[in-house]
T-cell receptor, first 114, second 113 residues
Framework: AQSVAQPEDQVNVAEGNPLTVKCTYS??????LFWYVQYPNRGLQFLLK??????LVKGSYGFEAEFNKSQTSFHLKKPSALVSDSALYFC????????????FGSGTQLTVLP | ETGVTQSPTHLIKTRGQQVTLRCSSQ?????VSWYQQALGQGPQFIFQ???????GRGNFPPRFSGLQFPNYSSELNVNALELDDSALYLC????????????FGPGTRLTVT
């Protein structure tokens, strides 16, 4: 079975400050990890993924994420937050075996304060 | 925008009725997955179709069924609607059986009264 935990329902950060949204995962094989963002009444927008290779993954809109195998984590980061980054963020995982589905976390609401 | 489209945008149905939701995949994609996102929760996997055959299913009852057409567009059918079926239904397309990336449509908001 595969699972994802996003321990924070809400993260608040001041504009211009660095942000981190936390994610930990559990899979039976090697993980494929993803971050998606959702704006109100919209679908999910892909931000970045980790399949293999460098542990630091760079994605859209200045976001990056660090894969840490020993801590089974894949935290989303951005050096300088913008008010427009305020949205709902989802971490997702699937294993590299036969599983077809993405398993999503419960989401973290990010609010960037001006 | 991803190029994945869904229709309708919103839908209101009565308990016990049947509903069909539609999805048009991004060009070049041959895999489509459907997810249910209840209010305040993350998306839950319903099933996936690859080249017109179901090749993965989540923990949803048989009254949730689907189709994928030769042009890789897809339908999600839900019979005997229940109040708990009220949710945002998301379609995602990708390429290949072991898809590495999925691109989501805007979703269909279903309300069951």
């Amino acid at each position: 079975a595969q699972s994802v935990a996003q321990p924070e329902d809400q993260v608040n950060v001041a504009e211009g400050n660095p942000l981190t949204v936390k994610c930990t995962y559990s899979v039976s094989g090697n993980p494929y990890l993803f971050w998606y963002v959702q704006y109100p009444n919209r679908g999910l927008q892909f931000l970045l993924k980790y399949i293999t290779g460098d542990n630091l993954v760079k994605g859209s809109y200045g976001f990056e994420a660090e894969f840490n195998k020993s801590q089974t984590s894949f935290h989303l980061k951005k050096p300088s937050a913008l008010v427009s980054d305020s949205a709902l963020y989802f971490c997702a995982v699937r294993d590299d075996g036969s599983a077809r589905q993405l398993t999503f976390g419960s989401g973290t609401q990010l609010t960037v304060l001006p | 925008e991803t190029g994945v489209t869904q229709s309708p945008t919103h839908l209101i149905k009565t308990r016990g009725q049947q509903v069909t939701l539609r999805c048009s995949s991004q060009s070049g994609h041959n895999t489509v997955s459907w997810y249910q996102q209840a209010l305040g929760q993350g998306p839950q996997f319903i099933f996936q179709y690859y080249r017109e055959e179901e090749n993965g299913r989540g923990n949803f009852p048989p009254r949730f069924s689907g189709l994928q057409f030769p042009n890789y567009s897809s339908e999600l059918n839900v019979n005997a609607l229940e109040l708990d079926d009220s949710a945002l239904y998301l379609c995602a397309s990708g390429h290949g059986q072991g898809v590495r990336e999925q691109y989501f449509g805007p979703g269909t908001r279903l309300t069951v009264t």
